[in-house]
């Protein structure tokens, strides 16, 4: 089984052959690293390295069977392994495969009945190897790593990795947290793989579990805004009777202009894609259920957790669960009415369209606000409270700037996210930045932004993620909101008391009325 060719030492131990983890190679290689590639099944290596030997990258790329014979070849001390092990099921928590991987022992595949056990990493590296973990971990299980390989003197990164396939091979968005003593080892080389947009697409986040913190937050927002993309497409496809392939002029020229961004560039091609077997819309040839692997549901689970409302989130996290009930929702349509559709005059198209375009943007900058106030909110979060125990500091202008390269949320709104920031670090929240207060304030933009969620909601279409997004800004700008009725409800069922306007304390009561 020859599935290595390597001569000397490798700067780096890439475990994970997916997609990602080869392309993740090649872009290492070609940023003039030397590293080993490892699979747990060994064909996969084996196919690898047939590949990988007919590219330009040839002779710094190494395969190895095992971890163990990979670690015997790993540079020492500066040496490191990254472990990018498949998104899979679940997402690794609790603690799931890398937990086996780092410290109890993992496996190699020769064939279905030829296993065999392979030491835990922990035990293998040479001293002074820094351990990358860059899948998409749980934030609590980057920092319960931390924890155990710090009180084995060893060096541990858990990095966020964003932009998939083609981001790996291209340049990612990483996001890696742990010690700065890890990182000032890895750096370099991490940086230099990343996408480079005003320099590169990865800095240090900060302490334990920071890196795996701020990529779930990213997952979120994508969450969000894939959810507000979506029903924009399928509202103005069902008000207008339009065909994708009159979608996609539309969303062209949003992309163009301040929606401007990964998601909504692949969202316009999408709607321009035909299926090739059926001639057919692609649109319309895919199944309305969508699949998830956690991460929108973990941001919504540590916002509850922190006490922090994210509803543009939360909503589309829920948009795709309530997907999965395919068979139960076409059973429920025939038995639930919704109302007959407003018809439009071709005047009346124009302005809709624009008023879609208002509302999506109005959705997109809620998604962000409710990620960024959560990182914030995470950071001045106490040990324990609320749920939150995390400890790091964020600078939330530099996610901004690396966010705009690589990564799935890449987005033009970045940029005045991050002066945002840049000029008030302790901003609450992005809504109230200039920039963006100046667009939303404005009443022609307030008016469509209204239309559009009412006109989706009388003609019974869905606007999960749309309708949260303007609840949240109406909540949040309102100064007085009917939580002093839920104070005295609470008050006169539980006696919980509650607090006054115009006096100190909290353990008023209803006086019952005779
Ligand atoms: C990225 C993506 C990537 C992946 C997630 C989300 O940043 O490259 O977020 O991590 O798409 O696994 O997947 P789900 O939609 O299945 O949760």
Redesign the pocket.
Known sequence: MAVTNLDGEYDLILYGLGVMGENFIRNFARNGYRVIGVNRTVSVTERFAQEVAEEPIADRVGTAETLVEACKHLKSPGGAVLAMVK?NDP?NEPWGPNDQLFFSGSQAKYSDTDVRDVPALVELVPEGTVIIDAA?SHPRSTKKRCGEFAERGMLFIGT?????SE?ALKG?CIMPGGTSEAYDAVGEMLEAAAAQVDGPCCTYIGDNEAGHFV?NV??GI??GIMAAISETYHALAALLDYAPEQIHPIFAEWNAGRHGGYLMEISTEICGMTDAETGKPMLDVILDRA??????KWTSQIAFDLGVPVPTIAAALQARIMSSFKPARVAASEKLQGVALDGFSADAKDRLIEAAGDALYGAMVAAYAQGFWLMSEAMDAEPAENGGDYDFTLELDEIARIWKGG??IRAKMLDPIREAFQQEPDLHNIMLAPHFSEVINDAGFQKNWRWWVRTMVENGLPADAIGASLNYFDTYRTGRLPANMIQAQRDRFGEHGFERVDKEGKGFHLTPAD
Do not use: M, W
């Open positions: 998104a997402v998409n966020g990795v964003s932009g998939g981001g990612p990529k990213h997952n994508e969450y699949g998830q692997k956690g991460t929108g990564c799935i």
